[in-house]
């Protein structure tokens, strides 16, 4: 079966950093584009990055430019998130996709908590 | 960046009635390579989101054909033909037209 599974989240206090990490089984990432989506409590869901095939090229929204990286490792078929300078807002359940007809395969989610 | 605005934001629906969420986009979303990259998810509470509709229409594979989206430009529209339990959730749509994705603000399915 088709899988991405996350991992990496927990809690973690304003200004620090965590990285997330994605396995996919069942597929070959270096064939697609991946996404990270992230949905804050009480919130709805928001694109956070992109990044293509050979992982040139990355996009992300405004709001983690700077301090989030989108990265991939195709032979170890992963796909990470490397986020720094973290605030409060960051909080929520991050997932990861493969973005492809839009995003076609979503992993489970993994939660980041940023408290003191 | 592409505003993806959805309407309603809420939506209380009886069993076995239709349901209708609309979508519009700031700008158009068709590509330069001719295809308009909207596409339309559900999210069940507890669950990961999941693919309904791809390129404004095309079912995802093992989605019921209750569901069904349209439209073309900016304007689109998801339609459920008869609500079922299951469909309970927050209905989002999201243009892949740019590489910064963006998604609508999510449409909340409830049954009356």
């Known amino acids: 079966e088709v899988q991405l599974v996350e991992s990496g989240g927990g809690l973690v206090q304003p200004g620090g950093s965590l990285r997330l990490s994605c396995a996919a089984s069942?597929?070959?990432?270096?064939?697609?584009?991946m996404s990270w989506v992230r949905r804050a409590p009480g919130k709805g869901l928001e694109w956070v990055a992109n990044i293509n095939p050979d992982g040139s090229d990355q996009y992300y929204v405004d709001s983690v430019k700077g301090r989030f990286t989108i990265s991939r490792d195709n032979a170890k078929n992963s796909l990470y998130l490397q986020m720094s300078s973290l605030r409060a807002e960051d909080t929520a359940v991050y997932y990861c996709?493969?973005?492809?007809?839009?995003?076609?395969?979503w992993g489970q989610g993994t939660t980041v908590t940023v408290s003191s | 960046d592409i505003v993806m605005t959805q309407t309603p934001l809420s939506s209380p629906v009886t069993l076995g009635q239709p349901a209708s969420i609309s979508c519009r986009s700031s700008?158009?979303?068709?590509?330069?390579?001719?295809?308009?990259?909207l596409s339309w998810l559900q999210q069940r509470p507890g669950q990961p989101p999941r693919l309904l509709i791809y390129t404004v229409s095309n079912r995802f594979s093992g989605v019921p054909d209750r569901f069904s989206g349209s439209g073309a430009g900016t304007d689109f529209t998801l339609k459920i033909s008869r609500v079922e339990a299951e469909d309970v959730g927050v209905y989002y749509c999201m243009q892949a037209t740019q590489f910064r994705y963006t998604f609508g603000q999510g449409t909340k399915l409830e049954i009356k």
């Open positions: 069942e597929f070959s990432l270096s064939g697609y584009w």
């Open positions: 700008q158009s979303l068709v590509h330069s390579d001719g295809t308009t990259y």
């Open positions: 996709a493969r973005a492809f007809n839009g995003m076609d395969v």
